[in-house]
């Protein structure tokens, strides 16, 4: 059921892009949606970009909606918590929940982006131009410009949404036409993939965790793949002697492995291979104002609000993002001059609340997961949380199993916080009280 509706422009067939083509299409919008790459299905994929992904519960509420949750969830492997490598010594499991039950999912990314093309693709009404990279976009008349195969080529939409990614060309031009502002922190860290193959088929390491390498001022992650290889993510600085570049030849590269990384050289045998060859990403938060212009131009997903990956989140927020903008479309009886502004309204305090945890998950992971005070302070988390079900909830399991805005989650643990240190210091006046009362029992 498409009749009736103008065509809706969606830029950027990615992970945002392809669900809110899903979500627009089963609202009855035809759809056209531009990508500036070949479609990913018949091409291949670029080196060393972001493999895998942590898939948690508010992206899967966006996939069940469209039906493709049991899909995707087909190839998914469960991370119950995680794996903590020291330097010397056997690595120690942290279960993320209570119950330790409730996992985060490793998730092929070019399989999910592909899953939700194949999905966008046959819903009626959806059409995908690949090789069409937006580089013009007037925000008063909805026309856009797309460099592709042919050459130059424009389009108008009576509504356009700005699904592509961080860099977004959307973005850019708002920004060219001085309507918006926007802000762009990047950390001093890069990222590079490494790849720990199967060992005689089989996972070289759990594949029921995900794999933490703390190392203070830096890290590396590894989730694990469907073809029993770990992706491994080193998390470093890009300037100074700790720095990818300060690794200047093969053998210093083992060198630096053997003393931080040891139990990595004997999984890795293309260790050297993949750290010279493969891309250094860059990490960062995205902020801009507004997210919509005129109620016809939107930006959505990580055009809006890049984060840093840390807690597992971007592509998590983008899917909610989708759900939130239809629910908005809902309420406003589908008048988009009024649905774009209060889905900005309704976000964007909720995004702002990921970024910053996801910012401070960074420390977390990278240092305190080791230290003896963190793993208690994780322990009595957890006992609170089944001493007190469902009235203690610790941030981790808020962001990652439910569903609640991010920005009700900070209020709440800052509650929480609170009245754990009001009871504890309340424990710990009362057992002076005792101390005291028992002391001058004794000397009378
Ligand atoms: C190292 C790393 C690890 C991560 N791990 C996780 C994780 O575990 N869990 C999680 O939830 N998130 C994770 N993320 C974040 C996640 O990848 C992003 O939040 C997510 O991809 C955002 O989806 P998007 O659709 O908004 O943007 P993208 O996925 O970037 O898609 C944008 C699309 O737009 C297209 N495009 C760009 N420019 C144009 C143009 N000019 N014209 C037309 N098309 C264009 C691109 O080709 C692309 O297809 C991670 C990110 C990184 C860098």
């Known amino acids: 059921m498409t009749s009736g509706r103008d065509e809706i422009a969606v830029v950027g067939a990615g992970l945002a892009g392809c669900l809110l083509a899903c979500f627009l299409a089963r609202r009855g919008y035809p759809v056209a ?118 050459g130059k080529l424009t389009a108008t939409a009576p509504v356009v949404l700005g699904a592509d990614g961080a860099g977004s060309a959307v973005r850019g031009q708002l920004l060219g036409y001085g309507v918006l502002d926007e802000s762009l922190d990047f950390l001093d860290y890069g990222y590079k993939e490494l790849t720990i193959p199967p060992v005689g088929g089989e996972f070289a390491l759990d594949p029921a965790a995900l794999h933490i390498w703390p190392r203070g001022t830096s890290m590396m992650i590894a989730l694990p793949n469907p073809d029993r290889s770990f992706t491994c993510t080193l998390f470093w600085p890009t300037h100074g002697t700790a720095a990818f570049a300060s690794l200047g030849s093969p053998a210093a590269v083992e060198r630096h492995f053997a003393t931080h990384y040891p139990d990595l050289l004997a999984l890795a045998p293309n260790l050297v291979d993949d750290y010279r060859h493969n891309p250094v990403g860059v990490l960062g938060t995205v902020r801009c104002h507004p997210w919509q212009v005129n109620g016809r131009v939107a ?146």
């Not at 994929?45 to 508010?58: H, T, Y």
């Not at 918590?81 to 330097?87: D, K, T």
């Not at 909805?142 to 042919?150: D, K, L, Y």
């Not at 995004?351 to 302070?377: G, H, T, W, Y």
């Open 33 to 150: 949606l531009y990508e500036r790459r070949p479609d990913p299905r018949t091409s291949t994929a670029e080196r060393g970009r972001s493999i895998n992904l942590a898939l948690s519960a508010r992206g899967l509420d966006a996939l069940r909606r469209i039906g493709l949750d049991e899909q995707v969830m087909g190839d998914a492997l469960p991370m119950r918590g995680r794996m903590i490598h020291p330097v010397a010594g056997e690595p120690r499991f942290q279960s993320y929940s209570a119950d330790g039950d409730r996992a985060i999912n490793s998730i092929s990314r070019s399989a999910l982006n592909n899953a939700l093309l194949t999905a966008a693709a046959a819903r009626p009404g959806v059409r995908i131009a690949f090789d069409h990279r937006l580089v013009g976009l007037d925000p008063a008349t909805g026309e856009m410009a797309f460099e592709t195969p042919q």
């Open 299 to 444: 930006l959505l997903g990580d055009a809006a609000h890049a984060i840093v990956p840390f807690y597992g989140q971007g592509a998590n927020c983008a899917f909610e993002d989708v759900v939130e903008l239809d629910r908005c479309l809902d309420e406003c009886g589908d008048r988009w001059a009024s649905a774009l502004p209060l889905f900005q309204r309704r976000r964007q305090a909720n995004v702002e609340a990921i970024a910053r945890m996801a910012l401070a998950n960074f420390v977390e992971m990278r240092d305190k997961v080791a230290s003896p005070v963190f793993q208690a302070r994780r322990r009595i988390e957890h006992a609170l949380e089944r001493a007190l079900p469902g009235r203690y909830v610790s941030q981790y399991e808020l962001v990652s199993f439910s569903t609640t805005p991010y920005a009700e989650v900070r209020r709440r643990v800052r509650r929480q916080y609170a009245a754990v240190g009001a009871a504890a210091a309340g424990t710990a006046a009362l057992l002076a009280g005792v101390g005291a009362l028992l002391a001058r029992g004794r000397r009378g």
